[in-house]
């Protein structure tokens, strides 16, 4: 007992240490932004900064991280506030431990690193509602990332703490940040100089005062939302073309000095979707290209790490969650693993060090185990563990029942269902299973537009069971207005008739960790449908492990009261990796939730990730096996020739032409050869504006390549104008690529973009539009 008390007040005293160590101000700092350089206490300055998020690095690994970038060659960390996980409920701030954000600025200060802070509101990041607060949708009309009064009065709320936490660590009060992001991305989203200028007063009004204020686009949107008195810098990712990248914010501010505020390393993984990767050398070329030019430039990824519970979140259109490693294929990998990638890097950043900075060594990894299969002996049947019940006449998303994230049970009573009839339900956000009487009738995913079932003869009395999955809400454009559960209503449709059905019981199974162990487990195993398991497994050592889960289902683990992420048989991650420090000698508890169910009801730790095993029941691709586009007969609405390089180009029709479905068929390339690709593709509705791309789908695509990454037709309207649309390698031309509009629309032209590495590959030459009404002949 004495001992123990001993041993407490030295671990106490331990801590205090720690902390006076990490509290410690330094020399002030003066950050400035020069003529054509950056300038700190007076001096050229390049900003090499790696990005990565306290968020997705346990608190007990942070220090390890920042010493990997520093050893990598780096001088700045740039990291996202992510208002979301501080203020989970309205003015209920929490900064400590795993949030203690200061605190991981400070280990950065201590580590000899300076901080660019890129506070939000909005972060996107891949991170659930791009940092943005679920309850903030509960207020109905509220219009996200505007003037609406609401969104700023909470915003303001939100910066001030930041500020609270953060303004003192401004470099000339002596602390590291040297520059702080206004909004994110804005161009990307709307054009409203007066938000921006509102944004940029609350994080003035919240402390940020002493260091330059900047803004992030990307090359195309710059100009809409730029501010005088804000620094202006471009995201774009490997292989890009730099010279093309800044060429117009060279020719609006000749004298700003240079940065490309996200050089995207990698690339996210959604579920469903091949693995991404983005090749090593042509990174390093990207970056040693910026440094001989005295362009700053911040890596995001340096390291992904893992978007741990539910924090994922999901691009839109198509809706497509993300998975819950966010490995990035970054220089530093999800467990702080040195890749071949950091060793280029580093090699090449080596010759451009500061004078003065001292490159360390590589710190070791963190320890390794390997855990035996735990058999998941204890089961508890969601379905058998019901919480409160919850009683509404009408159907309403889970916010509107407090509900953040997890899995939400809708309940009612069928009236006499006539064979045949289609069960309607708009929208499912994100899967829904659907039962009748306890009986499986069919599942619906939002990301293939599924939102109906039809239904056999059932009884009135029958009782309906609607069990819907939140997946990540929406980090990107407009549809971040991204509510959850059933948004609108459920019907009963037959050929003359359409009921509304009313009178539910909810139930919300929410995703914290208490919530998921205090259940009624049964000794039993597997089970049938969505259930519970629990199991314990004693360790004599911790260390990092990935957990596989590769015989389960669709669901969340929790170890040991963390959330750890998501899992779905899908792919392509199979497995989680579990820091080891969040486990413990002796004995560790596992929490699944399997809403499918699993073939075994077995974990296994392995010693190395599985981030790469696609195993979806649907092709990728949007051909079918033996089908080939028949345009024989169709009279092209226009033909012509693209222009050659980078940038968006825009082409109008004679006139305007009405039609469901909208196909271009490419005939030659900028470069002579078989490939075609394109990044983005907009069409053009009478007055020249660009029509909604939510609800398109591709119908067809002759080629596309799926072999070494992702690059199926769907890219040309994800929004992302780093991704593309390829065909693959020995299919040659022409080419030729289907829209669905998903309804009638006049169309006067189109707005193209090709590639942004140098030369545009894969540009389009020579091209015909066709637009129908009917679709094409295949
Ligand atoms: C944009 C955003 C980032 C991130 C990247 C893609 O640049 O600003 O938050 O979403 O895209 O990873
Ligand atoms: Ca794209």
């Not at 953060?166 to 990307?188: C, F, K, S, T």
């Not at 960790?513 to 004599?540: N, Q």
Request: hydrophobic residues 35%; charged residues 25%.
């Amino acid at each position: 007992m004495r001992f123990k008390k001993l041993l407490t007040s030295v671990l106490v005293a331990c801590a205090l240490l720690t902390a006076s160590c990490t509290s410690q101000k330094q020399e002030p700092h003066q950050f400035e932004v020069g003529n054509k350089t950056f300038l700190l206490d007076g001096k050229p300055f390049i900003i090499k900064a790696a990005e990565m998020h306290y968020t997705r690095i346990p608190a007990e690994y942070w220090e390890h991280r920042i010493q990997m970038c520093k050893a990598l060659g780096m001088n700045t960390i740039c990291i996202y506030a992510f208002w979301n996980i501080h203020e989970q409920r309205p003015g209920e701030f929490n900064f400590k431990g795993q949030n203690d954000i200061a605190e991981f600025c400070r280990l950065a200060q201590k580590n000899g690193m300076y901080i660019m802070l890129r506070p939000g509101p909005y972060v996107c990041s891949e991170w659930e509602m791009g940092g943005l607060p679920w309850w903030l949708l509960k207020k109905k009309d509220i219009q996200l990332r505007t003037n609406d009064a609401y969104f700023l009065e909470r915003t303001k709320i939100y910066m001030n703490e930041i500020g609270k936490q953060l303004a003192d660590l401004q470099a000339p009060r002596g602390g590291n940040i040297i520059m702080v992001q206004v909004e994110n991305e804005y161009g990307g989203y709307a054009v409203d100089k007066e938000y921006i200028a509102n944004i940029r007063d609350i994080v003035r009004e919240a402390g940020f005062t002493d260091v330059p204020l900047f803004q992030c686009d990307w090359s195309s949107t710059f100009q809409l939302n730029g501010l005088d008195d804000l620094l202006w810098t471009i995201n774009f990712g490997t292989g890009a073309n730099i010279d093309a990248q800044f060429k117009a914010l060279k020719e609006a501010r000749p004298e700003t000095p240079l940065m490309c505020s996200e050089f995207w390393s990698g690339w996210f993984d959604h579920w469903g979707r091949k693995h991404e990767t983005r090749d090593a050398e042509t990174m390093v070329a990207g970056m040693r290209d910026m440094l001989d030019r005295n362009i700053s430039f911040s890596l995001y990824m340096a390291h992904g790490g893992t978007t741990f519970g539910h924090w994922g979140g999901a691009n839109c259109p198509p809706y497509s969650a993300m998975c819950s490693s966010y490995d990035y294929d970054a220089p530093i990998s999800e467990a702080g693993w040195a890749t071949p990638k950091y060793h280029k890097l580093r090699e090449m950043l080596m010759q451009y060090a500061d004078s003065g900075q001292v490159i360390p060594d590589v710190p070791q990894p963190y320890p390794l185990i390997e855990i035996p299969a735990i058999q998941f002996e204890e089961t508890a049947r969601l379905f058998d563990n019901l919480p409160e019940v919850k009683e509404s006449e009408d159907i309403k998303p889970m916010e509107e029942f407090d509900q953040g994230w997890g899995t939400i049970l809708y309940r009612t009573k069928l009236p006499d269902v006539k064979e045949g009839t289609v069960l309607l339900i708009d929208e499912v956000h994100d899967w829904a299973q659907v039962y009748a009487d306890g009986k499986l009738l069919g599942r619906l995913d939002r990301r293939r537009g599924e939102n109906s079932l039809t239904l056999p003869a059932l009884k009135a009395g029958t009782q309906l069971d609607i069990l819907v999955e939140a997946m990540g809400r929406v980090n990107f454009d407009y549809a971040i207005h991204d509510r959850k559960g059933i948004t609108e209503k459920v019907e009963l449709r037959t050929d003359d008739n359409r009921t509304t059905l009313k009178g539910w019981q909810v139930y919300s199974f929410p995703t914290d960790a208490v919530f998921a162990a205090r259940k009624e487990f049964h000794k039993g195993g597997k089970t049938d449908g969505p259930a519970y398991y629990r199991a314990s497994f004693e360790l004599k050592e911790t260390g990092d492990v990935f957990l596989d889960m590769q015989t389960w289902g669709k669901g969340m683990v929790w170890v040991n009261g963390k959330a750890i992420g998501r899992f779905w048989e899908i792919g392509p991650q199979q497995t989680l990796y579990m820091p080891g420090c969040w486990l413990k000698k002796g004995k560790n508890e596992i929490v699944v939730l399997d809403l499918l169910g699993p073939d075994k009801a077995e974990v296994k730790g392995l010693t190395q990730p599985i981030l790469d095993m696609l195993r979806t029941e649907e092709p990728l691709t949007h051909r079918k096996e033996g089908e080939s586009l028949n345009l024989k007969g169709e009279k092209p609405v226009a033909t012509g020739k693209m222009a050659a390089g980078n940038g968006w180009q825009e082409v109008k029709f004679a006139r305007p032409v009405k039609g469901s479905y909208f196909c271009l068929e490419a005939l030659d390339a900028q470069d002579g050869k078989e490939t075609a690709s394109i990044a983005e593709l907009y069409l053009l509705d009478e007055n020249g504006k660009t029509l909604s791309r939510q609800n398109w789908q591709i119908d067809y695509a002759d080629s596309e390549s799926t072999s070494w990454g992702n690059y199926t037709a769907d890219k040309v309207y994800d929004l992302q104008e780093s991704t593309y649309w390829s065909t693959t390698r020995g299919a040659g031309y022409p080419h030729a690529l289907v829209i669905n509009l998903k309804g009638e629309y006049a169309i006067s032209g189109f707005r193209y973009l090709p590639r942004a590495e140098e030369n545009a590959p894969g540009a389009i030459k020579s091209y015909k539009v066709y637009v129908k009404e009917e679709p094409f002949v295949k």
